[in-house]
């Protein structure tokens, strides 16, 4: 059972940047399981901001491509998302995520929900 910790949120202003990582409790092999950032406002469905799959494409969601990256530490298990050019509508919780698959970045972006695989608790993100 793995455990994923998310760290690195807070308040920033608009234009700003954030790095977010999420710490996992044991090294998942890469080539097994998605690996991705979601994100969640009060009252709406969850979003997929970004993923890794399992043949290590990476796909994003419109609203942040060229503004967010999503990258791995494998030394460390840790996945991280930088995020620049923060604007107000990226304010949310974000959650990392991993589930065992074998499918490409687009793929697995398109199809982890929450309730599926293993999930953090989340880190607050505020852009004012």
């Known amino acids: 059972h793995v455990q994923l910790v998310e760290s690195g949120g807070g308040s920033v202003q608009a234009g700003g940047s954030l790095r977010l990582s999420c710490s996992a409790s044991y090294a998942y092999r890469r080539d097994r399981y998605c690996a991705g950032w979601f994100r969640k406002v009060p009252g709406k469905e969850v979003e997929a901001v970004a993923n890794?799959?399992?043949?290590?494409?990476?796909a994003y969601a419109e609203s942040v491509k060229g503004r967010f990256i999503v990258s791995r530490d494998d030394d460390a298990n840790t996945l991280l998302l930088q995020m620049n050019s923060l604007k107000p509508e990226d304010s949310a919780t974000y959650y990392c995520a991993i589930e065992r698959s074998r499918m490409n970045g687009l793929a697995c972006l398109e199809t982890m929900k929450p309730g599926i695989g293993y999930w953090g608790q989340g880190t607050q993100v505020t852009v004012s």
């Open positions: 890794i799959g399992t043949d290590g494409t990476i």
